[in-house]
């Protein structure tokens, strides 16, 4: 119907080679999912579904950190404002930045910025 | 407040819209998202679905007014939330796409989709911790699929832990109990993958046998066999070794590698040079056509055998008429015996060629072979830097040309010579020449236009390098080399721009450059999923450890520098101004700050121009074209440039802010390149940011303490330092002092 | 010279020669697809012989070979495709580029088990035409009218990789296992 022949429009290729085209289709593939995520893909090999489970299971221990603790052992160490102040101004640093560098230098303000224009080559 | 519920029919309505938004049928999708709204006009997913769309088509200001609203009307909505964070990461906003999904998430644990985006986005931010996170819940849901496997496993091993990385691999293959297809390029491919973390963790001996059972019939034979030579070597299994190397020789003889790791483990001493090189001549033997085992020899070769060798070297190369000869022994030059030996080679091969009767050397005619090409070796000998001649290097060129007068390589050599000379209007218009001599051939055009740039004739280059961009690119030549990321051209012509005093068209061009960087960092954002399902997960892994260090390419690095100190030009010149700050007043031409107002000005004028006949163009263009051309219009309209010139970017009033965006990864990703750290100085010193001043001078001084431009900034900062560092806050000042 | 696989590292470069030396070119991204894709397919030849100017300097590519298989092959057979190919003005008459051709050939049989390989040329391009005929064996299928932006003509050629196939089953017996490459 015509009013379907407008709506095919859109998908016409503006390349004008066959050459460009083809780059172009390869392209516009890419991001499409086919297959990953749908229920129905069957694996090419068999799984042994329990030996799977028992695998899960053991893994557990090993990745099931919960969303929230994601930070290793978050060290309490008390910042000074100014300090974090401080570091905004002359190392340009942003308030996150400049904290988690403080941090890592136990709060020293002086310790921190030596560390920071110290080349790391 | 919950929105709504949808009956059945529009229930199914608002899948059709889904499909038609993934399928990319957009109007189709607008048009079932309109229908349930006609009856529906607060559904708030639909109302998301629709924001969807429009971003798609390019609205985005409209697509996130919308999905805000949508938001407004169900804040419990897993769909807004979800479209809010595409949304967000479409336009490029991570952290905020981030937040979204997560938020999403929490509304609905189960979805994959929603799980699968946030996925992909925290491996594009490198938040590994994440990303562990999200592969482990996806493969709990679906452990049936092996990229659910190989993804967390990818997961650990970007995040460092090996162990856990080889043990996920491992797991899934001692799960699986039917045996794999010897053609299964997804099994092939993973465990290599699982060999080479093998190797990573420095099992080697578990690597090679790991490679020899498992791994024996992968499918990329090449790895296979490098990968094994390479652990027999760390093995010290020398015997087997030397056999492994010997059979990739048989593969590839022009992998230089492959001689020197069989050399090595052959034994052989560094100083043994006729028993090295019968090792290269047993390959040269074999494969008559093969460059590397003769002209590798040439590297360690002394003496009267660096003779011999290169004269039966460089006669094989003349008769052929290779022009690269050159270019692949110029750097035997650091060695000033060879630097003196291969010019009276060429001369003895000129010498025994002198008799032919036709006086041309060649039987056949052809005058870039034999007595043709030993004259374009020394014409090019006397133009390299380290051997340099020119009064010689033009004699050589101009018997070479009498020769054949319609060889473009003798010409671009020729205009090479008028470069060193210094005559760039003469190289270009020489280069030019030899273009004409062959106008199917693009790389005498490039470097044609190279060379119009350097004599900074931009809109002659531009119209050279049009001879092949594509005629129908909207916005003419620079449109289609920006869009096809044509680097060279786009620094070269920024640089020629800055020369002739036009600082908007110079920054015009850095930035693109710029941009062009956060593209390909961008690119390779569709890899994260898609690699997953093509399964060659090594050149994954290369991929991501590259973009993390993608600007220090030196593409980015030479715009990026330019830029920094074309901003700390104007730093010190503001327009208006007349070069008040003495020295620095001038620029590179010696145009001062007056001239460059008046560039400016005229810049101005062309872009008005530019503007109109552009709307003249548009104007006479027949509103009632096919729909083909629409589709193209939406795009152009994406595409437009409201600041073709730059002048917006050259009006700044604050060009030390604006370079910091270039300095950063310069500093970042390049730190070992003296030249950033010296503009950093600059930038930081002027901007009164001692310490990051000093931040950059250390590491120069670092690099290079000799460097007199380095001991000129530390005493530059000293100075500027002194007088301020007793009012200055005593931390600062501890550090400054003792850096100092 | 080094003639060595592809790594994803030395894409810019690769585009920089292609945008050097040939009117089609392609975004970043394309040769992405290409280096993730098939990865074993795609060569290049390295000029070694340029010392290093920063710790940053990228080696300098003279010549590549883009490769890529057929992902829905019309005739449902298994074959690789030459996206493009180009080499250096100044590195010509070394045969770098029927060197990069036979490893990335050698390849698509090995790893992908490719019957043929096929390539578009410009029906104007004499020297390449030469190098797929002569040199390699390629044979015309047939020509694309107006298969370039600038409406030139494409010559379709083919090379049958069978001699591969029957030289890897050969050394396969020699070595007294079996051949691992033919599924079918």
Redesign the interface.
């Known amino acids: 119907s015509p009013a379907n022949a407008d709506l095919e429009d859109e998908v016409q290729p503006t390349a004008k080679s066959a050459e460009d085209r083809k780059a172009a289709a390869a392209l516009s593939k890419l991001d499409t999912h086919g297959g990953d995520d749908d229920d129905d893909a069957t694996p090419a090999r068999e799984v042994d579904q329990e030996a799977v489970k028992n695998a899960m299971s053991a893994l557990g221990g090993a990745a099931s950190v919960k969303p929230g603790e994601e930070k290793k052992e978050v060290k309490k160490v008390k910042v000074d404002a100014a300090d974090v102040a401080l570091l905004v101004e002359e190392l340009e640093l942003s308030k996150a930045k400049a904290t988690e560098l403080l941090k890592a230098h136990d709060g020293d303000a002086v310790l921190a910025m030596k560390a920071y224009i110290t080349p790391v080559f | 407040m919950p929105q709504q519920q949808l009956n059945t029919r529009e229930a199914n309505l608002f899948r059709t819209v889904v499909r038609h938004y993934e399928d990319?049928?957009?109007?189709?999708a607008l048009k079932a998202a309109e229908q349930i709204l006609k009856k529906n006009p607060k559904h708030a997913d639909t109302l998301s679905m629709k924001a969807l769309v429009l971003n798609a088509q390019g609205k985005p200001e409209e697509a996130f007014s919308l999905a805000k609203d949508a938001l407004t009307i169900d804040m419990k909505s897993p769909i807004c939330w979800h479209v809010y964070g595409i949304l967000y990461r479409t336009n490029k906003n991570f952290d905020e796409a981030i937040k979204a999904y997560?938020f999403a998430l929490r509304l609905e644990p189960d979805s994959?989709?929603i799980q699968?985006d946030l996925a992909v986005l925290q491996i594009q931010m490198r938040d590994y911790?994440?990303y562990?996170?999200s592969r482990?819940v996806m493969?709990?849901a679906?452990?049936?699929?092996?990229?659910n496997w190989t993804a967390?496993a990818i997961a650990y091993h970007l995040e460092g832990n090996l162990p856990?990385a080889e043990n996920?691999l491992k797991?899934?293959e001692?799960?699986?109990?039917?045996a794999?297809?010897?053609?299964?390029?997804?099994?092939s491919e993973a465990v290599l993958y699982r060999n080479t973390i093998i190797a990573e963790m420095g099992q080697t001996e578990r690597a090679l046998e790991h490679l020899e059972t498992d791994a024996k019939?992968s499918?990329?034979?090449?790895?296979f066999m490098e990968l094994r030579a390479k652990y027999l070597t760390q093995l010290g299994r020398k015997e087997e070794a030397a056999k492994a190397y010997r059979a990739l020789l048989e593969?590839?003889s022009?992998?230089?590698?492959y001689y020197t790791a069989l050399t090595s483990v052959l034994g052989i001493p560094a100083d043994d040079e006729s028993a090295l090189k019968a090792i290269y001549d047993e390959y040269a033997e074999k494969f008559p056509?093969s460059?590397?085992a003769r002209?590798l020899p040439l590297d360690f070769l002394t003496g009267e055998n660096f003779r011999t060798a290169a004269k039966s070297y460089l006669n094989l190369m003349f008769d052929?008429?290779?022009?690269?000869t050159f270019?692949?022994?110029?750097?035997l030059y650091?060695d000033p015996q060879k630097k003196a030996t291969l010019p009276t080679l060429a001369e003895e091969y000129l010498a025994e060629h002198q008799g032919g009767q036709d006086g041309k050397g060649q039987a056949n005619g052809d005058s870039s072979k034999g007595k043709g090409a030993a004259l374009f070796f020394l014409a090019q000998h006397y133009n390299y830097y380290m051997s340099r001649d020119l009064a010689k290097a033009t004699e050589f060129v101009e018997r070479a040309i009498e020769l054949d007068p319609q060889s473009?390589?003798f010409h671009m050599t020729k205009a090479r010579i008028y470069k060193h000379q210094g005559d760039l209007a003469k190289a270009s218009a020489t280069m030019d020449y030899a273009r004409s001599l062959d106008t199917?051939?693009?790389?005498?055009n490039?470097k044609a236009a190279k060379y119009l740039l350097r004599n900074n004739e931009n809109e002659k280059a531009l119209a050279t390098m049009g001879l092949?961009t594509?005629?129908?690119t909207v916005g003419g030549p620079i449109a289609d080399l920006t869009?096809?990321?044509?680097?060279?051209f786009l620094t070269e012509d920024g640089e020629a721009w800055e020369r002739r005093g036009n600082y908007g068209m110079a920054l015009k061009r850095y930035h693109t450059i710029f941009n062009i960087f956060d593209?390909?960092q961008e690119?390779?954002?569709?890899?994260h999923?898609?690699?997953?399902?093509?399964g060659?997960i090594?050149?994954?892994i290369?991929?991501v450890r590259?973009i993390d260090r993608l600007r220090?390419?030196?593409?980015y690095?030479r715009a990026a520098l330019d830029a920094v100190k074309l901003y700390l030009t104007m730093h010190d010149t503001p327009a208006g101004t007349n070069g008040v700050n003495g020295t620095s007043g001038k620029n590179a031409n010696g145009e001062d700050a007056a001239e460059r107002k008046k560039a400016l000005k005229k810049a101005k004028k062309e872009a008005q121009k530019a503007e109109r006949e552009a709307a003249e163009k548009a104007a006479k263009q027949d509103p009632n074209k096919a729909?083909?051309q629409?589709?193209?219009e939406v795009?152009d309209l994406k595409k437009k440039d409201d600041d073709p010139n730059g002048l917006k970017l050259a009006a700044t009033t604050d060009p030390l802010g604006d370079s910091?965006k270039f300095l950063l990864p310069l500093l970042q990703?390049?730190?070992?390149?003296i030249e950033g750290q010296l503009v950093g100085f600059e930038v930081y010193f002027r901007r009164k940011?001692?310490?990051?001043a000093?931040?950059c001078l250390?590491?120069a001084r670092?690099l290079d303490p000799e460097n007199t431009r380095v001991q000129e900034q530390a005493k530059r900062l000293r100075e500027a330092v002194g007088p301020t560092l007793s009012s200055a806050?005593a931390?600062?000042k501890?550090?400054i002092e003792?850096?100092l | 010279m080094d003639i060595r696989p592809l790594r994803p590292d030395d894409i810019p470069l690769i585009q920089h020669a292609n945008l050097e030396n040939l009117p089609e070119n392609y975004f970043l991204k394309y040769y992405l697809y290409h280096a993730l894709s098939w990865p074993q397919l795609s060569y290049v030849a390295v000029d070694v012989s340029r010392p290093k100017r920063t710790p940053y300097d990228y080696p300098k590519i003279v010549g590549y070979v883009l490769a890529k298989m057929e992902e829905e092959p019309t005739d449902g057979v298994q074959h690789g495709h030459i996206t493009s190919l180009s080499v250096m003005r100044t590195h010509r008459r070394l045969g770098i580029a029927e060197k990069l051709m036979r490893q990335s050939q050698l390849a698509m049989v090995e790893t992908f088990g490719a019957h043929y390989v096929s390539l578009h040329v410009r029906v104007s391009n004499k020297a390449a035409i030469h190098l797929y005929r002569d040199t390699l064996g390629f044979k015309t299928e047939k020509t694309e009218a107006q298969y370039y932006a600038d409406q030139e003509d494409a010559f379709c050629m083919k090379l049958d990789l069978s001699p591969i196939r029957e030289q890897i089953r050969e050394a396969a017996a020699e070595s007294g296992t079996k051949s691992t490459k033919d599924g079918a």
């Open positions: 990319k049928q957009y109007k189709r997560k994959h989709q699968r911790q994440g562990v996170q482990f493969l709990k679906r452990p049936h699929m092996r990229q967390l856990q996920i797991t899934y001692n799960s699986v109990t039917s794999p297809a010897k053609t299964d390029l997804e099994n019939h499918l990329d034979r090449l790895a593969r590839n022009e992998h230089p590698a056509r460059d590397a002209r052929k008429g290779v022009p690269s270019a692949n022994l110029k750097h650091s473009v390589d199917k051939d693009r790389y005498i490039s092949f594509r005629a129908e869009d096809m990321q044509c680097m060279w593209i390909w690119d390779q954002f569709d890899f999923t898609f690699s997953l399902r093509k060659q090594r050149a994954y290369d991929m590259w220090e390419h030196p593409f690095f729909g083909a629409k589709g193209k795009e910091i990703f390049s730190p070992k390149n940011k001692y310490l990051l000093l931040r250390s590491a670092a806050n931390k600062l501890e550090v003792s850096a």
